[in-house]
């Protein structure tokens, strides 16, 4: 640190000589008359030397974490401050253009040279200082501005003297802090710029510093600029892009000079991209990086493809670090390009470094916490750019808020600089979002998190908006899959990461991913974890890393698809027929008893929740198939809550007042994992009940208008609700929107209520197995009547509408086409190959908006043979096949397929083991066998259907309040084209899937030794002889 020095150096500033100010006196004349005195003592205004946005990057990555002053103040050095207060700086104003314009400068390069502090009684405030050409340029500058104001030097001044400097932030006092932040600072040394105007500054409502007028220091020219100004060079300060480093064996690192070769047309740009995303652990457990680095490096070396261009973003880097990964010769040789060098200053303990095989520019996008922020760069070489991030850590309910105000503002960033740009916008990096849905509900058991927090970590990562690279490219692999695959941080098997500290349990976690947005297409040609342990069982992070390669296709594959969304809107096929259906579903039908009980019984919920004060303001409206009129006696009923409280407040205030009341209660769960739900049962029907907050909506209702009328009619607040609300909200919206445009709706009702006796019949009807729901029916229905042609159909049967659904859907081509409503087409909807078949809700966002997302590849395969014999039956008018008892189609099963997996579930000493024990067992294994559908789907040769209904087996003992024993079945079929050696290959294969399902379910939350015990295995087609359904 050096002293700040006092001395004059003459000649440097002159002055015109123009007599007495005659204006300047006209202006006193004015203040005088108000009865205003000028003095310099608001802190409301001030005139400064600001530092351009050019010479910021450095300076502002040191104020943003240490200058408690950063977003208040642009990077400044004060001339005068306090100044006059707001009410007179535009009679002062005048006054000090004019001072101005008569001081010449020979001079007005501005140089910071040194690192100063001053101490105060708590802490020490540490800045640069101006060299002592300058700082004399700068001290008499002020001097002839305040004798312009007929002031004394000293005026405005803490101690009498006038020390210009410009902040960098504040320090403790404690010896080792301040010093190594001065020795930080020094990085910044040797600014300089040429000083051309002044700013004059004021301050807003909100505290911040504002620039409303420039006064010039070009002699020959006089400048008035504005507020456009001030904001014009705002904007280059928040969105300045800088050129990337490049490695050269004779100059090191050092800013890279664009060549003619960088400039690469947009047509030219490659359309694949390598990205690699790894954290590399800055805080060790006695492992140090010099240790770790090797194995960092081997990792890397073992992902890296030579012939792509690649990008390689790594988090948590220190000072140390990247002065080891810049020193190293593989990073130099591999990845000359990178945003930092050895001299570049680091904003942070933990840092993100991004390099590249090909130049780029970047730049920092800052997130509301004073250390976060997203390092973006863009390739030169490519049409990519990539957003390498570090969330926030920790699930606790401020830190998953941060994190979602982090991902929020850099979505928004992203979208608009892709609108303007035209790049394809990619995140990288460290998520510290917990991926495994046992955490999440643990956390809310133990309090660490809310309800409310819950739903947002499962909805962080909009699903409609970006596609995750692993979720994408994982469809294409054999073997199984669960919810801990792809997992980055596993303290099961990386020893670092068992060092460190854990969420609220020892799952493996997803924190790491790669995203691009869904609407671009991008496909995952591959996608890798490395970094897993060697042969020693060593890691060189905590976390493993992760890489993809993503391609962009081509505007021609575009036109296909729309191409094909072309054919897909072609006239159905009418199949007349006018027998009567009434008959068969008379003995199933409601009657108009059943419907007034339910009708008393939504009254009666109604009156419940607004018993409570907080709650008086709610309404009820009912879903899916009660309000389609599609319903069963022994159907639930699902309706949606319209309320102003917060979702959380009101989850914990219905959950109050229902569980006193119910015949039968159950906590909140999820559909899809993203919408709550609330399961309570009231004069023995069961309701399901969605909440959305949307006080908007109440207000806007009309009095006069029926609120369901209102939601559908008058949509502007549609506009203004968070996904959170839309998503249940939109729920209600397609069942409106079916109920309003749907012609025939007398024989839409018949058919859905057939075709969904059919499918129970037949084992179809069951969305938690992967099968059909009433949702999908009531969309799959909507395609085919709104396609029929009305220039030939001017009527349509029940019975004919059957008819058509089953010849359609039989030759539908489950795997290309998707199933939509006519009206509206979401033309820019891009299916992955994770789904097999795609159902489109109407209206977005919603909990998924591919309803059938839970479907597998067996899926479409059973629902293609199952329609395609039904439609067989039909035209023989076997219309009594169609409803055959549930126990001759088990017959029909199992006599189908030749093996079979067998899950066993038995249970003793029930009472002990509590009132839900055995529902929340049966449930757990129900809610997971769609994930090992999917993962017998990926192996090849093999065709499997699971039979969605418990059974029992006659040589059992009967199942008593005590105990029970219980089984599901999953029939297989190897395809004809598979050979011995193949088979079992298969046959192993096979096995380990069910052992990977057993494994999973003893790790489950639900799951007690002391009570239950869950056997998964293969087994042959006599094993199931004694099989029936489980009474």
Known sequence: MKRISR???????????????????????????????????????????????????????????????FHKWPPHINVLYPCVRPEQLSIVLPILREAVKQIVLPHRSMVLDRVGTFTHRRNATVFLQPSDESEVAISELRSRLVKALGLSDDVGTHDGIYRPHLTLGQASLNSKSLEKFVEKCGSTVGVRWEASELAVLRRKPAGEMEVVDYLSLESDNISSANQEKSAENSEKVNSVWSECFHYSSEHMWTRHQTTEADNTSERSRPSRLSILSYNLLADTFGCSFDDRLPLIIEAIQKTTRNELDEVLCLQEISSHMMVKILGHPFFQQRYPFCSHASSSTLENHLNLFTLSTRPFDFMFHHFEERHKSALIVRPRSSMFQIANIHLTAALKDDMVAAKRRQLSSLTAFLNENAKNSGRLPVIAGDFNLASSSITIDLAVKKGDISLATSIVTRTLVDPEMWSDAFDVFSDSKEGPLSEDDGATFDVQVNPLAAESNAPADQRPQRYDRILFRKVDSLQVEDFCIFGQPNEEGRCGSDHFGIAAVLHAPSKKADENETTAHARERQHISYIQDDRILELQLLPFLPSEEDHELRKRSISKLTRILRSDARLSDVAVVPLGSFALGTYFADSDVDVLIIGSLPISAFFNVSILRLSNVAERFRGVHYINS????????????????????????????????????ELFINQRWALTLPPAAMRPLNTFRDTMHLLRTIDYKEAFQQAHRYLSLYLRRRGLYSVKFGYLGGVHLSLMLNHVIKRLDPTVVTSITAAGLVRTFVEYYANFAWSSASIYDPNHPHLNYRRTVREPIVILAIHSPTARLNVSSSCSKFSACTLSAEFKLAAEKLRSADWTWMLRSRDAVLDDFVTKFRSFITITIDMWDLPKAGMSFRRDIFGSIESRIPSMMVNLSRITGLHGQAWPFRLSSFRDEVETEKQSRSYYIIGLLVLPHIDTVDRKLLQSKVIQASQAFEAMMRQSETYNENHVWINVEPASQKKLADMRLHN
Not at 34 to 40: A, D, F, P, Q, T
Not at 679 to 695: S, T
Request: aromatic share 6%; net charge negative; hydrophobic share 35%.
């Open 7 to 69: 001395h004059v150096m003459p000649g440097l500033i002159r002055f015109r000589d123009q007599g007495p100010h005659r204006r300047n006196f006209s202006r006193f004349t004015q203040i005088m008359e108000s009865g205003s005195k000028i003095s310099l003592d608001s802190t409301a205004t001030a005139v400064a030397l600001l530092l351009p946005p050019s010479e910021s990057t450095n300076i502002d990555s040191i104020r943003r974490v240490h200058d408690r002053a």
């Open 674 to 709: 993203l919408v709550p739900v609330i399961e309570v049962e009231l004069d023995n029907i069961k309701f399901d009940i969605q909440y959305c907050q949307a006080p908007q909506i109440l207000e806007q209702q009309s009095s006069s208008t029926d609120l369901v009328d």
